[in-house]
C-alpha cells in the first residue's frame, strides 16, 4: 500500500497531463461519427432507401418521405408478436398522421402471401401503408434477421431508433413518435 | 455481429443474453471475493438484490417521466416487458442511492460495500462491451488496418472487443486476493475500477465512430471520462492519505 500512496500523486497527474493531449490529439485528427452520411440500418445512419408496392398497387419510395417521420415494421402474417403489436400501431398512427407521421408495414411477402397480407389489414381495419415486399430486398437492405423489426426514422431521413423483436408496447410506440415528432425539420 | 439467437421457434436476442450472463457471473464469482471488503456474501447478495431490482424500477420509471404524454396515454404499457424502456442513466442513479439505502439499514461501510461491488461491475462491463459486439452498438471508426471487420457498411476497427479487453484487464487487475484486503484502504479497489474504466473509455474513444462533439471538436465521451478519472485521482489521493485536504 506504501508504494500506490507514494506514487498515486505522480500517477493520477501523469494520467491526466497524457489524456488531456489524448483528448486534443483526437479533436484535431480524428473527427467523430460516421453515422448520417452513409446509409446502414442502424441508429444514427441514414435509412437506406426502397421502393416497394402497396396492397392497392401505388409505389412507395422511402427517400420521398423525407420531412416527414416514418416507422418501418417488417412483419409477417404468421408472426404472433406481429399480430399483437398491429392493434397498436393502428392507434398511434391515427393519433399522430394529422402531425405527419407515416407508417410503413412492409409484409416479407417472399415468406408471406398477398392474400393472406390483404385479409389481415382487412380484419384488423389498418389505414397505414401495407408494403409487399415479394423479393425480400427491403428486408435484405436492413438486415432483418427477425419479425417483427421495426426501424423509426426521423426527419432528416436518419434512423432514430431500431426495435428487433415485439410486440412494441403501446407505450414505446407512443414514445418514440413523439420524440420524432419533436424535432424540429 | 450476432443480434439473434434462433431457438427453433424462438428469436433471443444475444445482447440481453450476453448481459445477463454477465450480471450471473459478476454476482456469483463476486460474491465469493466479498470478504475481501469485510461483507458476508449473503449480505453482499442481498445488496446487488436490492441494487438490480430499484434500478430495474427506476430505469422504466426514469423512461416513463422522460416520455410522459405517452405513458398517460397508455399508462399499461409501464409494465410492458420491453427492454427498450429503459433509461440507464436513472436507473444507476436509482441502483446506487438504493444501495446506499441498503447499506445504512444494514449498517454496512459504504466504502466497503462499494469495494465488494467493483469486481461485480467490472465483469459486468465486460459483458456489456461483447453485448455491443453481438449489437452491433458503440461500433468502431473506419479503418483500413489488418484488424478490421465489415459493420454498418464499411471496414471498422474492433473497437468493442478491444473495450471488451481491456475491461477484463481492469477487472484482474482489481480482483481481490489473498492479503490484498490489508493492502488497500476501503473504497479505494473501487475508486481504481473506476478511474482505471474511465482511462480505458477516453484512450478508445478515438477508435470509435459513433462519438457525439461537445464544444471545440473534443468528444462528448473523453471530456465526462476524463472528469471521472479526475474525480478518481483526487479520491484516491484523499482514500491514502486520510488526514490530508485534497490538493496539499
Known sequence: MTTIAKHWRLISLTALILSAGWMALTALFFPSGTGGRIPAPRQGFLAPDFELTTLDGQTVQLSRLQAQPVIVNFWATWCAPCKAEMPAMQRVYQQYRDQGLVILAVNATNQDSRQAAADFASQYNLTFSILLDTSAEAARQYQVRALPTTFFIDRAGNIHDVIVGGPMSEGLLRAQAEQMLAEVP | ??????????????????????????????????????????????????????????????????????????????????????????????????????????????????????????????????????????????????WGIQLWGETRHPVQLLEALAAALIAFGIWPRAGSAAALPPGLRFVIFLGATALARLWLELLRGDGGLVFGGLRQAQVTAWVVLALAAAAGARLLNPGQKPGK
Open chain 2, 1 to 146: 455481429m450476432l443480434p439473434t439467437v434462433q431457438l427453433g421457434p424462438l428469436t433471443l436476442q444475444a445482447p440481453g443474453l450476453i448481459l445477463l450472463l454477465a450480471v450471473w457471473i459478476g454476482l456469483s464469482r463476486a460474491e465469493k471475493v466479498s470478504h475481501h471488503a469485510g461483507i458476508s456474501a449473503d449480505r453482499f447478495y442481498n445488496l446487488a438484490l436490492v441494487m438490480l431490482t430499484a434500478g430495474l424500477i427506476g430505469a422504466r420509471l426514469g423512461y416513463a417521466a422522460r416520455n410522459i404524454d405517452a405513458f398517460l396515454a397508455s399508462p399499461a404499457s409501464l409494465l410492458a416487458l420491453s427492454p427498450q424502456m429503459l433509461s440507464a442513466t436513472d436507473g444507476i442513479i436509482i441502483a446506487f442511492a438504493a444501495g446506499i439505502g441498503y447499506t445504512q439499514k444494514a449498517k454496512i461501510p459504504v466504502l466497503h460495500a462499494l469495494d465488494a461491488l467493483a469486481p461485480a461491475l467490472a465483469i459486468l462491463m465486460v459483458g456489456s462491451h461483447l453485448a455491443n459486439f453481438a449489437s452491433g452498438a458503440a461500433f468502431g471508426a473506419p479503418t483500413r488496418l489488418f
